[in-house]
């Protein structure tokens, strides 16, 4: 009796396609691209580099090495090929019908990524907005390649059913999403600006994928969100509230991470979501010391901020996984303006992260000295709640009291009423 085969076990075998022109390092790009494919659900059996000035317009490869990839392809038994880079239409219609193989890039990975990841209907529509844009151009050239293979990778999330659609009808969607993203963004500001009543810091947890972000939100906060060893394990963002040992409050919110050649299409669905990096009052930029691409992560986290507008911001660089790195040297950051090394898997400095948070907005702060009259006792709950009451002191006269209180406090306890 023949044995049946579940597909669901049949893995995408996949060869990684890679042009160094010295613009970057290639091994190392298709090192991170393997980490996708993984991820994506995919084994990469080889990998090819070629050096080229330029990558190919027509083709990404030249012809010679197309060739070549295309022996390995059969001698592999290989079902597609996965480009370091996103590729143009023209190219991957070319490319497909050169190799005969399903044509996959950079961008339709990390897609199939955030599709799987998805759980809140904001991520949904994010995802499948995104999606829809990068096929909206490829329609012609994905048809093609989803109709030698019937699943795997560029086939998940909610922009499966979309394809065989026409581009009228996909622009029709787009149109429906970003009307839908339209009222996400609203429900965003209403929620920053109650916490702009509440006068309640906010501080973005900002960094490259994989680079300790929700572990590091966990250890805080107890938050009990997923932490994997994983690229994107965390795609819907989460934020928590951290109560610190003076008794002031500051949230955390956990945003996606951030990858080299990160979609362009991706940036503009998750605006409203990275966004909340620009609204925050600081940036907790989290970064991996044990990486030797640490370098070029934290170069790429910053482009990300400054593609996202997000400037004039405390930032404090927070080296994670210390206990991972070696100690041949300190790693720095030239563009924070504080940094701390921690490890928040094993708790390691936790304690000096938590103090740096009390000190910057200890800084923020304008300090009070003053004698409020019994009548106006009201206002010390509205010290304790927003600010840092560091004495009271109950006289005959009245409470006299020093404190450290939000900037935008402290003329309304000086003299006017204190907002709820």
Known sequence: MAELIEIGDVKERVILLAVETGAEDAAAALDELEELVDTAGAVAVDRVIQNREKIHPGTYLGKGKIDEVKERIWELNATGVVCDDELSP????????????????????????FASRANTNEGKIQVELA????????????????????????????????????????????GQLKTE??????????????????????????????????????????????????????????????????????LLTDTVGFIRKLPHHLIDAFRSTLEEARYSDMILHVVDASN???DMQMHVVYETLRELEVKDKIVVTVFNKMDQAGAEQLPRDLHSDYQVRISAKTGENISVLSELLEKILRNQNVYLERTFAYQEAGKLQQI???????????QENGIAIRAYVPAELFAGLLQGEVEE
């Open 90 to 113: 023209v190219q991957l219609r070319n490319l497909e019908n050169a190799l005969d193989t399903k044509v996959m890039d950079r961008t339709m990975v990390i897609l199939d990524i």
């Open 131 to 174: 999606q829809l844009k990068y096929r909206a151009a490829r329609l012609v050239g994905l048809r093609n390649s989803l109709s030698r293979l019937g699943g795997g990778i560029g086939t998940r999330g909610p922009g499966e059913k979309k394809l065989e659609m026409d581009r009228r009808l996909i622009h029709e969607r787009i």
């Open 181 to 250: 993203l339209s009222e996400v963004k609203r429900h965003r500001q209403v929620q920053r600006k109650q916490r702009e009543r509440t006068h309640t810091p906010v501080a973005a947890i900002v960094g490259y994928t994989n680079a300790g972000k929700s572990t590091l939100l966990n250890k805080l906060t107890d938050a009990g969100i997923l932490a994997e060893d994983k690229l994107f394990a965390t795609l819907d963002p989460t934020t928590r509230s951290l109560d610190l040992e003076s008794g002031r409050r500051i």
């Open 292 to 294: 030797p691409q640490m």
């Open 384 to 394: 304790r709640k927003y600010g840092e009451l560091l004495s009271e002191e109950y």
